[in-house]
């Protein structure tokens, strides 16, 4: 990987565990263990479902479960924990399986073993493992401490060898869905095709007696009274009340350049409040208006060959990030968590990041000074990016490259997980979230020989991203530090001083960029990877559903670790 030194320690302080899920302490077993003292049913777990795994013991030992667990006593999801068992005992745990990974491992160690070797930042357990980490006891390390809370937090003693426990992980495809239609990654707690599904549902262009004349929600561009808008609003706020949540809304006035009050939509948030910290939020977040049309004439550029500005559908930018905070709003409206879980949906933005302006400096700042906004997580164009295609069949046709020098039709185009605030793009000012980013993506995400960490080190800031990742090798996922802010989360880390994660895809080589082209079927032809000399074979619907599976499971681990371990920002 790409990264700064310490990225692997600094990660090890992410990873917690709580009190009833600890067993007892005070005995240092030195018998000798092996694999055969265990037994651990289920052998093959389910992909991306929480499951009872129960843990059973021959002799007296510890297990270390290195992976998101539902305490059954709190109702709070996890990061890990150890657990001591003497022999003839057993425990269930409610275990989340790594939605893309194949393999398990569970660590076993003499009874009451407080330090455990950990893989790296940016390596999967079953690398780890294959590697021979478990012998070795490289990677980093941890130490298990006793109190109140029992947490595991880093160390420089590994505790020297472990045994390791390998187990199998399926992910089964829905029955509803073939290969082509996205059944790869069409189960699970959060998954890519219920993310497509509401995409296709708000991009739908069918006709309908509406205010935008489609049955899905189009022309929302924000601002003026806008009926269309309305109804897509009210529509966002009936799909958060059906998952539970409390909806609040803010409607506010934005004076233009002549002085004109011009009357803005909603910004709307859906609100689960913790159970322990109420007053810290976590916020997860998208912009719904789409870019409004410079005229009243929408051309299609494949038609005239010339770009113009606006569209009607926007499901680039950004159905696709509202599509995906709909998925993951609905999927975690049922858990219990320590801080408040906010879901919102940004208007104006296309205008200036005026909604989540207003409500960062109005909302929060103003209204409920006592909240601390710990996190916020930001989806805005993401699912035009690896491991679809490397152009479209509609590009440029006046050039081959587009303006910052991605090639258009010879190589995929990188996702990018953008972190920040930011103040140099040569060195890591958040590694922390740098940290928890890698250790996401490398073994819940599965993708931990595609994420490469950019550092601009020798290049100017403007053209550091691309030459980074041009020297780099093409990483399909780029990891890095923005320090120029296009969306919502700038006003987060400007207001707030939030440290924020976003996650996206190509943005300024793609052609129906603010075009009234930008539809579904559009996205589904950039991915298209059918016949063409790179990567796996798959339809353009398989390989969108594919990359919003990756990015809505990514925020939803976010979510949970962030739960129980907020990142601050680092130079505040």
């Not at 455990?116 to 690398?127: F, G, K, L, Y």
């Not at 912009?287 to 004439?297: E, G, K």
């Not at 968590?337 to 302006?357: I, L, P, Q």
């Not at 603010?514 to 298209?528: A, G």
């Amino acid at each position: 990987m790409g990264g700064s030194k310490g990225l692997q320690a600094l990660v090890l302080v992410l990873i917690m565990a709580s009190a009833p899920l600890s067993g007892c302490f005070g005995e240092n077993g030195s018998a000798q263990i092996t694999e055969n003292d265990l037994d651990i049913t289920p052998k093959t777990w389910t992909a991306g479902v929480f499951q009872g795994v129960t843990i059973a013991a021959e002799k007296p030992l510890s297990v270390f479960i290195p992976y998101l667990i539902k305490d059954d006593i709190s109702n709070f999801v996890v990061n890990s924990t150890v657990v001591d068992l003497k022999a003839g005992e057993s425990i269930q745990l409610s275990v989340l399986a790594p939605p893309r990974a194949d393999t398990a491992v569970i660590l076993v160690g003499g009874f009451g073993r407080d330090f455990w070797p950990i893989r790296d930042a940016n390596e999967s357990w079953a690398t780890w493992y294959n590697e021979d980490g478990h012998l070795a006891a490289n990677g980093g390390a941890i130490e298990r401490l006793d109190g109140e809370n029992v947490s595991l937090n880093a160390s420089l003693d590994s505790g020297g060898p472990v045994i390791a426990y390998p187990l199998s992980i399926v992910r089964g495809a829905a029955p509803a869905y073939s290969t082509d239609e996205g059944g790869r990654h069409s189960t699970g707690l959060v998954n890519g095709r219920t993310t497509y599904n509401y995409l296709h549902h708000i991009t739908d262009q069918t006709p309908s007696v509406s205010a935008d004349g489609a049955v899905g929600y189009l022309n929302r561009w924000a601002g003026q009274g806008n009926a269309a808008f309305e109804e897509g609003a009210v529509y966002l706020m009936d799909q958060l009340e059906s998952f539970g949540l409390t909806v609040v809304t803010q409607r506010y006035q934005f004076t233009d350049i002549f002085g004109n009050q011009n009357p803005e939509a909603y910004n709307i948030c859906g609100f689960r409040y913790g159970n322990v910290v109420p007053d810290e939020w976590m916020v997860f977040g998208a912009h719904f208006d789409i870019a409004p049309p410079a005229n009243a004439l929408l051309i299609d550029p494949h038609i005239t060959g010339t770009r113009t500005y606006g569209t009607g559908v926007g499901a680039y930018d950004n159905t696709a990030g509202t599509s995906m905070v709909l998925t993951v709003a609905e999927a975690m409206s049922s858990f219990e968590t320590r801080r408040t879980m906010v879901f919102c949906f940004w208007s104006g933005e296309e205008g200036g990041k005026r909604g989540s302006d207003y409500w960062t400096d109005y909302y929060v700042k103003e209204d409920n000074p006592e909240v601390t906004v710990t996190n916020y997580i930001n989806l805005d164009m993401a699912g035009v990016n690896w491991p679809g295609g490397g152009g479209a069949p509609h590009g440029d046709p006046a050039t081959a490259i587009d303006p910052d020098g991605y090639p258009k039709d010879e190589e995929v185009w990188p996702m990018r997980v953008y972190l920040g605030p930011s103040l140099d793009h040569d060195v890591i000012n958040q590694p922390e979230m740098v940290g928890l980013t890698l250790w996401i993506g490398a073994d819940a995400i599965g993708v931990e020989q595609q994420q490469s960490v950019l550092i601009g080190e020798g290049f100017t800031e403007d053209t550091w991203k691309v030459d980074d990742w041009l020297e780099r090798g093409r990483p399909e996922i780029i990891v890095y530090e923005d320090v120029t802010a296009r969306s919502d989360h700038a006003s987060f880390q400007a207001n707030l001083g939030t440290v924020t994660i976003g996650f996206g895809g190509l943005v300024d080589g793609y052609w129906c960029y603010h075009q009234t082209c930008d539809t579904l079927d559009e996205m589904e032809d950039w991915m298209d990877t059918t016949g063409k000399n790179y990567g796996e074979e798959h339809t353009g619907v398989s390989n969108l559903v594919d990359s919003l599976d990756i990015i809505t499971w990514w925020a939803a681990y976010s979510f949970f670790h962030l739960d129980e371990k907020p990142v601050l920002n680092a130079y505040l």
